[in-house]
């Protein structure tokens, strides 16, 4: 190999890199494989084929180095270390693919081609910072085995570039290796090579806070380790006299963790609430769950005092990446702050390993046919005995094989799914844009509506402020998001039609002084053909009716029903009757045992408002949304008097029927002396309670006061109005009433 190519101290490097990986690989390479590699990798040396990089390396020291990096950190198979020392020939265009077949075999060259088309995405910058590129990359990828190359060679790099003089080209690559990589190690199970990635990130873009967190981390631990003894001994013992199955441990957060927390809450070390924090697990069936997790609640918070204003309610209501949890933080021995986790083993298993593993919960977004996939990967890594990469072969890259990725003008990028549209990347990027869009520009060709797009492809959207959508574009998109936009701006133009019609009818009744009737409308609109309301109205407003056939038709309804032609049975509004059932869901389902009409019409589905929350008790009333779903309001509803003005034909006379049902949601709001106790002897009375449930609290404090929102499940307004009766008897509460 031309040795003018190498300073000194790069050929000594190379030649002990030359030997440690032939002592990894052994036999696994036979001998004329690893002569081939070398005659190729001088012939380029030896044409001028290889320049420096950016960082001015060596282009063949870098690709040894990998390759020994590779082989102590992830044990690859020998396929794997051949691509990694062939691929920066392919891409000075010196060694070609139909080479690398001949004398090398198909599977390296397939892995080359996919770290050649890898490194090829790098030439959009701007889609780096863009979080659909790591997907992009998975597709251009085909083969696991290339983006553990990736990772690997990342790692080598982060290495080498220790101390580099170009500070601003360090940290760029501490950015991209931090923002891309690491997550994707972290999926793969390579959490090492996750870590070590972080921590050089951190290093390389604010070393000296790196080694200052790591220097009081190491000062503290014994006494930290102490501490967190001292703190878990009462609880488990409470916990433990409660009789919950239960596992109770303590954490100390990452250096990198530690540092982001800082970052974001622009605290010193000392500051951070959770620097470590105390994990109760509870083992538990579904439907003890909440229950059990509020009483470990009472339990740690009448042990330690809380700060209300840490409360995290995620399980109430969950993290929309399906994260279930809640977080206190209270005043622990020693006057410090100490985060709990309460959680019970089936939310801790969604969030470390499924819907919304730890990677997610730090705000790193995915799907959950990645997570199945990665989590399969990530298993072969770890159990496989007998060299887990000679598994991966015909492990190909397929899970984004149902996507597109697209990039716009800029160089963002949009996933959707095989088989999208223009259409659908135009509503992808904004309602407003694909509602106006008559066509586009993919890779600089104009194409139409209907086009459907491939990974890769730059769309620009073109707009014409005169556009409308019709029915004709549910036909042309596939994505369910563009679907929904284009049948809610038609629903919305129907709406509008419809109040135009109706108000052309109500004013040809006033100028033919003619009363207008319901439940004649009702058999007008059925016999003109219409099955709702709405189309009706929609088609009197667009002019698809005529106003003066319409009346025509009414008057003769009209006449038919005073001669008592009509027949059947005349059902009024008022023979509504609603019964609500134990769940809201089983509401929306349609369970004909729900509401029932009359005497024989059943099956009505309903909706309890989330606007007024009714409870069983409440005066209410139905209103027929556009959908077609009857929602239950409380007569005191804030929006009730819109309603009544804007949409009295859609009202229906409601009422409860004799089964009560249980557990409806109501908010209690509470104001108060900024006493801490408070809060406890609040859930205190609640918890002991038998028909009230707590499902969630809020609390804000602010100049010497405290104002807090409760929501609990109570079976009808008598147990609500007992529950308020004892909690404005808590000591420092000056006011309680139920939230509108």
Not at 5 to 31: C, I, M, P, T, Y
Not at 146 to 170: F, G, K, S, T, Y
Request: hydrophobic share 40%.
């Amino acid at each position: 190999m031309e040795e003018k190519f190498f300073k000194d101290d790069e050929l000594q490097r190379l030649r002990q890199l030359h030997r440690s990986l032939l002592g990894h690989l052994g036999e696994r390479v036979d001998a004329e494989a690893r002569k081939a590699v070398r005659r190729a990798l001088a012939s380029s040396v030896e044409a001028g084929a290889f320049t420096r990089d950016r960082f001015g390396f060596n282009g063949v020291l870098r690709a040894v180095e990998t390759a020994e990096t590779l082989c102590r950190s992830v044990d690859p198979d020998p396929n794997m270390v051949l691509a990694v020392l062939l691929s920066p020939i392919s891409r000075t265009g010196h060694l070609a693919e139909d080479q690398v077949k001949k004398m090398w075999g198909d599977d390296v060259a397939a892995l080359v081609r996919g770290i050649d088309k890898v490194a090829g995405l790098y030439s959009r910058s701007a889609a780096v910072e863009s979080d659909n590129f790591r997907k992009l990359l998975l597709t251009f990828a085909e083969d696991i085995r290339v983006i553990i190359i990736m990772i690997v060679d990342r790692l080598a790099l982060m290495r080498a570039i220790n101390h580099h003089p170009n500070e601003n080209l360090v940290k760029e690559t501490a950015y991209e290796v931090n923002y891309l990589y690491a997550p994707l190690a972290h999926r793969l199970g390579l959490y090492a090579i996750k870590s070590e990635l972080e921590d050089m990130s951190l290093k390389y873009s604010n070393r000296e806070m790196y080694s200052r967190i790591a220097r009081e981390l190491k000062e503290t631990k014994v006494k930290r380790d102490q501490y967190i003894a001292e703190f878990i001994a009462p609880v488990k013992e409470k916990l433990e006299a409660e009789g919950l199955n239960f596992e109770i441990k303590g954490r100390t957060k990452s250096i990198y963790s530690i540092w982001n927390k800082m970052k974001k809450q622009h605290n010193t070390v000392d500051d951070i609430y959770d620097l470590f924090a105390i994990r109760i697990v509870i083992d538990c069936p579904p439907e003890r769950e909440k229950p059990e997790c509020w009483l470990a609640y009472s339990i740690v918070t009448d042990m330690y005092r809380p700060n209300p204003g840490r409360l995290k309610d995620w399980l109430s209501i969950p993290k929309s990446n399906g994260y279930e949890s809640l977080h206190i933080t209270v005043y622990g021995p020693g006057e410090r702050w100490v985060e709990v986790q309460i959680r019970t083993r089936r939310m801790d298993a969604i969030a470390e390993k499924g819907l919304a593993a730890h990677w997610k919960y730090k705000g790193i977004k995915s799907e959950n046919n990645l997570d199945t996939w990665m989590a399969n990967v990530r298993d072969i890594l770890e159990t496989a005995h007998t060299g887990p990469m000679e598994l991966m072969r015909n492990f190909k890259m397929d899970v984004y094989a149902h996507e597109v990725f697209v990039f716009t003008p800029r160089g963002d990028l949009y996933k959707l799914p095989q088989g999208a549209t223009l259409l659908d990347f135009a509503f992808n990027i904004h309602t407003k844009i694909g509602t106006r869009c008559v066509g586009g520009k993919v890779n600089g060709r104009n194409r139409k509506l209907n086009y459907r797009l491939a990974s890769g492809d730059t769309v620009e959207i073109l707009t014409s402020p005169q556009q409308e959508p019709n029915r004709d574009w549910l036909s042309i998109v596939v994505t369910s998001k563009a679907r929904n936009k284009i049948r809610a701006v038609l629903k919305e133009n129907e709406n509008r039609s419809a109040d135009v019609g109706k108000e052309l009818l109500q004013r040809r009744f006033k100028n033919r002084k003619m009363e207008y009737d319901e439940a004649n409308m009702s058999r007008t609109i059925t016999r003109m053909g219409y099955k709702t309301n709405i189309a009706f109205f929609s088609a009197l407003g667009s002019g698809e009716l005529e106003v003066n056939d319409v009346v025509d038709t009414y008057l003769e309804c009209l006449s038919r029903q005073l001669k008592g032609d009509e027949g059947g049975e005349r059902v009024s509004a008022a023979s509504y009757t609603l019964q609500p059932g134990e769940e809201e869901a089983a509401a929306e389902s349609g369970n004909s045992d729900v509401v029932v009409i009359g005497d024989n019409i059943k099956g009505i589905n309903y909706r309890l408002a989330k606007c007024c929350n009714p409870i069983y008790g409440d005066d209410v009333f139905g209103f027929v949304s556009s959908e077609g779903v009857i929602k239950i309001h409380r007569t005191d509803c804030p929006n009730a008097g819109d309603i009544r003005r804007k949409y009295p034909y859609r009202l229906i006379r409601t009422r409860w029927s004799g089964n009560k049902g249980a557990d409806f949601a109501a908010a209690i709001r509470v104001v108060g002396k900024d006493d801490i106790g408070i809060v406890t002897n609040i859930t205190s009375i609640i918890n002991k309670e038998k028909s009230v449930s707590l499902r969630s609290i809020s609390i804000d404090s602010n100049d010497g006061l405290f104002q807090g929102v409760l929501v609990v499940g109570v079976s009808d307004t008598a147990a609500l109005d007992q529950l308020i009766k004892k909690i404005a008897t808590v000591k420092g509460v000056k006011n309680v009433h139920r939230n509108k």
